[in-house]
């Protein structure tokens, strides 16, 4: 039987005193609340009552400590894909709203629809189209969980609902620790189900792309 479903878990809160954009940048770990949000995700698959045959995450080390209560509740391996990672951009390591107000930095935002600040958003979709694909692929059963990031996983729900994917990046539906889930129809996702089972209120949520 081939795998069955696949999860895009979304890391949790991450410790960002300075609350930058923390895009690609090494040694930004999961807070206390994080961690505690990572479980809960890794909690509410299990509580699906569904084998997972696959563990995927991004390079990073939030996604690889949002992947850690998923090798401990489900006894399986993580593979690290570069494919799911967060995209490049030019604001990384500043502090947004103060880097918006510089005049030098309006160049950027030229282009929304590509976007002009980043990674374009079809190089995004592609590449988590084929992440997603190869570890569907090669699952022998059961389903498969992709920890990543804010971004991909948005931008692969605007790709799989047919909607455009220039947005607001204020509007994403993609909380701490959420989880979208996919199947197959042929050769097509389809979005079966979003949950948001963590507790985020009070969340520093500044840093994603």
């Not at 895009?8 to 005193?17: A, I």
């Not at 807070?31 to 698959?45: D, K, L």
């Not at 389903?143 to 990543?148: F, K, L, N, Q, W």
Request: charged share 25%; with cysteine.
């Amino acid at each position: 039987m081939p795998a069955e479903r696949l999860h895009l878990v979304r890391h949790g809160e991450v410790h960002n005193p300075t609350r930058v954009l923390y895009g690609r940048l090494p040694n930004f770990r999961l807070s206390t609340a994080g961690r505690q949000m990572a479980r809960a995700a890794a909690e509410h698959v299990r509580a699906l009552d569904r084998p997972v045959g696959a563990l995927v995450h991004s390079p990073l080390q939030r996604t690889r400590e949002s992947a850690e209560p998923f090798v401990e509740l489900f006894g399986i391996e993580p593979l690290v894909d570069e494919r799911v990672i967060e995209p490049t951009n030019v604001f990384e390591g500043r502090r947004m709203k103060r880097a918006l107000l510089n005049p030098l930095n309006w160049r950027h935002l030229l282009r929304p629809s590509v976007p002009s600040w980043g990674e374009p958003y079809a190089q995004v979709v592609a590449r988590m189209d084929a992440a997603m694909t190869d570890a569907w692929n090669r699952t022998a059963s059961g389903d498969v969980v992709v920890v990543s990031h804010q971004l991909p996983i948005w931008i692969t729900h605007l790709h799989v609902e047919g909607e455009p994917l220039r947005h607001d990046p204020r509007n994403r539906r993609c909380a701490l620790s959420s989880v979208t889930s996919f199947e197959r129809d042929g050769d097509r996702w389809i979005e079966v189900a979003y949950a948001e089972p963590a507790a985020t209120t009070g969340a520093v949520d500044v840093g994603a792309v």
